[in-house]
T-cell receptor
Framework: QQPVQSPQAVILREGEDAVINCSSS?????VHWYRQKHGEAPVFLMI?????EQKGHEKISASFNEKKQQSSLYLTASQLSYSGTYFC?????????????FGAGTQVVVTP | DGGITQSPKYLFRKEGQNVTLSCEQN?????MYWYRQDPGQGLRLIYY???????QKGDIAEGYSVSREKKESFPLTVTSAQKNPTAFYLC????????????FGEGSRLTVL
C-alpha cells in the first residue's frame, strides 16, 4: 500500500513557505524524499530513518514522526528552482529490505 | 561517468507483443528497481532485486517479468498479459542492503498501439 501524500498540489510565490505531508498506516523504517522536474528523472533530496531524525538540504528540510508514521517536507523561502513534483518513498518495517513504495506526489509551482 | 542507462527512450509496440526494456548501471550497486509512472499515481513498484540471481515482486508485478543474471543489468519484459502497458518506466539502483539513495535512469516511455 502506497503512502499518502498531501496536498496534491500547491502554488507558491517566490519566498513563501510550504509543507508537504506523507503518511503511512504501517510502521516505517525510513522515509525518502525526491523531486522530479518535468521530463526528468526523480532526484534524491534526503532520507530520514526511524528515530525522528530531522534533516535538511539547503532550505528544504524534513522531519519524521515515528509515533504518527508521518513525515513532513518543509520548503522554506521557496525559490523558482523548487518547482517540480515531490515524492515521498517509504520502507515499512514489516517488508523485506529494499521495498521502497512511493506516494502519488505533490506538484509544487513557484511563481515570481 | 557512472550512472544508469535505460533504453530505448521511446518504444512503440502493437498490442499482444512482448517488449523488453533495458536497464544497465555501472555504479556497482547491489540493488535495482523497476517503477511504473502514470499521471496522478506516482511511482509504483513493479519488481526489485537486492542481489544477483534474486528478485522480488513489487505491488504491480502482474504482466511483467525480470531477470538479474548480472549485477549491472536488470531488464524488464512487458508481456502481452499486461492489460494496460502504456506508461513511463523508470529503473533505479541503490548501493546495498542498508537504506540508501536511489539513482534513477532517464526512463523509457512505452506506447502500445
Amino acid at each position: 500500500q502506497q503512502p499518502v501524500q498531501s496536498p496534491q498540489a500547491v502554488i507558491l510565490r517566490e519566498g513563501e513557505d510550504a509543507v508537504i505531508n506523507c503518511s503511512s498506516s504501517k510502521a516505517l523504517y525510513s522515509v525518502h524524499w525526491y523531486r522530479q522536474k518535468h521530463g526528468e528523472a526523480p532526484v534524491f533530496l534526503m532520507i530520514l530513518l526511524k528515530g525522528g531524525e530531522q534533516k535538511g538540504h539547503e532550505k528544504i528540510s524534513a522531519s519524521f514522526n515515528e509515533k504518527k508514521q508521518q513525515s513532513s517536507l518543509y520548503l522554506t523561502a521557496s525559490q523558482l528552482s523548487y518547482s517540480g513534483t515531490y515524492f515521498c518513498g517509504t520502507e515499512r518495517e514489516t517488508d523485506s529490505w529494499g521495498k521502497l513504495q512511493f506516494g502519488a506526489g505533490t506538484q509544487v509551482v513557484v511563481t515570481p | 561517468d557512472g550512472g544508469i542507462t535505460q533504453s530505448p527512450k521511446y518504444l512503440f509496440r502493437k498490442e499482444g507483443q512482448n517488449v523488453t526494456l533495458s536497464c544497465e548501471q555501472n555504479l556497482n550497486h547491489d540493488a535495482m528497481y523497476w517503477y511504473r509512472q502514470d499521471p496522478g499515481q506516482g511511482l509504483r513498484l513493479i519488481y526489485y532485486s537486492q542481489i544477483v540471481n534474486d528478485f522480488q515482486k513489487g505491488d504491480i508485478a502482474e504482466g511483467y517479468s525480470v531477470s538479474r543474471e548480472k549485477k549491472e543489468s536488470f531488464p524488464l519484459t512487458v508481456t502481452s498479459a499486461q492489460k494496460n502497458p502504456t506508461a513511463f518506466y523508470l529503473c533505479a539502483s541503490s548501493l546495498d542492503k542498508f537504506t540508501g539513495e536511489l539513482f534513477f535512469g532517464e526512463g523509457s516511455r512505452l506506447t502500445v498501439l
